[in-house]
């Protein structure tokens, strides 16, 4: 038999070996099909990766503005290139490589009717997720669809990739996302949004929701302390004023007050070694940055929590004389790490 009559035959295909490609890729349709019955959410998905799977497969907030869902079975390439659209289809490959390994998604409703608002009020949520529990989910993809149900889907989805991809990976912070986490979100997103309109605020903002993927430690200790010289509002008498400043801001007990100011004098030490080029092992480079990270976030609630506009340093001077901070609780209810 020549090679041609071979080929004819099918001699020469190994049909064991297509099954076993093929199988996967259409068990992932049937899993997206049955997911796809029972899902009647509508609206946007943004993929989440680099954190591992939830217990709990969905984390709701109580206004119905968003949700935190697991996904199993992200779509491969193969069946993420079937469910694109043509329009879609021109970043394929970039879009299945920055959604290998996502493990959730964030759901925006249909409510947010404009595509643009919604890409900027999730971006806006995920770091505000950050800020309150140091969560590392990166975000990853969107689409108009579930990512838990694409690969059902036949030349319908509208998807594109995110700014953070799959080289940003966390250096630190938490793989644990709680309902209690996503609660505290929900009762702060618009305080967020309100005091972002001011610059010292949303530049903080910014930096909490970027500094743990940063992978030079150096410019990750300089952005977050940037962040909090920004938010305290002073640019002179730096240390003697920001542990100052934080002890008061950050603690109600007189003796925690002592306490934290002295760290935050040490870490502040640390923090000009850092920037200024001097030597540092590894380790301590990664636990400065890691605790400058959790200081800026930890400032960021506290203010959230506050009854009164973003405190200066003015105002600061005054609680340091004496005066109260006009405070929601006696302390900020939102996890650290």
């Known amino acids: 038999m020549t090679e041609q009559e071979s080929y004819k035959s099918g001699g020469s295909l190994d049909l064991d070996k297509i099954r076993r490609l093929l199988d996967p890729i259409l068990a992932q349709q049937e899993r997206a099909a049955r997911f796809a019955e029972t899902d009647a959410r509508r609206g946007h998905f943004f993929a989440l990766a680099g954190v591992p ?19 199993d079975h ?46 900027s009020l999730a971006n806006r949520i995920i770091y505000l997720l950050r800020v309150g529990s140091g969560w590392s989910a990166r975000a990853v993809g969107y689409a108009d669809t579930s990512w838990s149900a694409v690969a059902a889907q036949r030349g319908s989805v509208m998807a594109h990739v995110l700014g953070e991809e799959w080289h940003q990976r966390a250096r630190f912070g938490s793989a644990v996302l709680s309902q209690a986490d996503v609660n505290w979100v929900d009762t702060h997103v618009l305080e967020a949004l309100a005091r ?6 949303s530049m903080a903002f910014d930096a909490a929701g970027e500094v743990h993927l940063i992978s030079d ?20 008498e730096l240390t003697f004023r920001i542990a100052l400043y934080l002890a008061v801001l950050l603690r109600s007990d007189p003796e925690d007050r002592v306490k934290l100011r002295a760290e935050v004098k040490t870490l502040y030490g640390l923090r000009s070694k850092a920037v200024h080029g001097v030597e540092m092992t590894d380790a301590v480079l990664l636990d400065t940055a890691r605790r400058s990270w959790t200081l800026l976030r930890e400032t960021l609630i506290a203010i959230l929590e506050l009854d009164e506009p973003t405190p200066d340093a003015a105002r600061l001077d005054q609680v340091l004389l004496g005066h109260q901070l006009a405070r929601k609780s006696a302390q900020p209810t939102a996890g650290t790490d």
């Open 53 to 71: 799977t939830p217990n709990a497969p969905a984390l709701i907030a109580a206004s119905g503005l968003f949700e935190v869902h697991a996904v």
């Open 74 to 119: 992200p779509p491969g390439l193969v069946n993420l290139t079937g469910a694109l659209r043509p329009e879609s289809r021109l970043e394929y490959a970039k879009l299945g490589g920055a959604i290998t390994g996502t493990t959730h998604e964030l759901w925006l409703s249909e409510k947010v009717s404009d595509r643009k608002f919604a890409l």
């Open 196 to 201: 972002m309109r001011e610059t010292r605020f």
């Open 217 to 236: 430690l150096r410019m990750a200790v300089s952005r977050a302390w940037a962040g909090v010289e920004a938010l305290l509002g002073i640019n002179q």
